[in-house]
């Protein structure tokens, strides 16, 4: 069975930086796209970035802020995020396609004092 789970969530003052994590284990596949999701309290969920081989996309609100990267396998993947704001508080999940599935981590929280 695929797990997907993320680290690397805290609490950060604005303006500070935080690395999150995401790695798949269990499978022997390689994801073909993987992306970082958010959902503030009251908000809906949204992209925030995504890479494949088609390439990669950021949400405006976080463009040349935060940065995904992976390893080699596309098993690890990583978002380092500068310049927080308070507005970027969320919950930030990871999902992996791997196969066809669509698969998601348990999510981190990331509190952005001001």
């Known amino acids: 069975q695929v797990h997907v789970v993320e680290s690397g969530g805290g609490l950060v003052q604005a303006g500070g930086s935080l690395r999150l994590s995401c790695i798949a284990s269990?499978?022997?596949?390689?994801?073909?796209?993987v992306a970082w999701y958010r959902q503030a309290p009251g908000k809906e969920r949204e992209l925030a970035a995504s890479m494949s081989n088609g390439g990669i996309t950021y949400a405006d609100s976080v463009k040349g802020r935060f940065t995904i990267s992976r390893e080699h396998d596309w098993k690890k993947v990583y978002l380092q995020m500068n310049n927080l704001k308070p507005e970027d508080t969320a919950v930030y999940s990871c999902k992996m396609v791997i196969r066809g599935h669509q698969l998601w981590g348990q999510g981190t929280q990331v509190t952005v004092s001001s």
């Open positions: 269990g499978s022997i596949y390689t994801p073909v796209a």
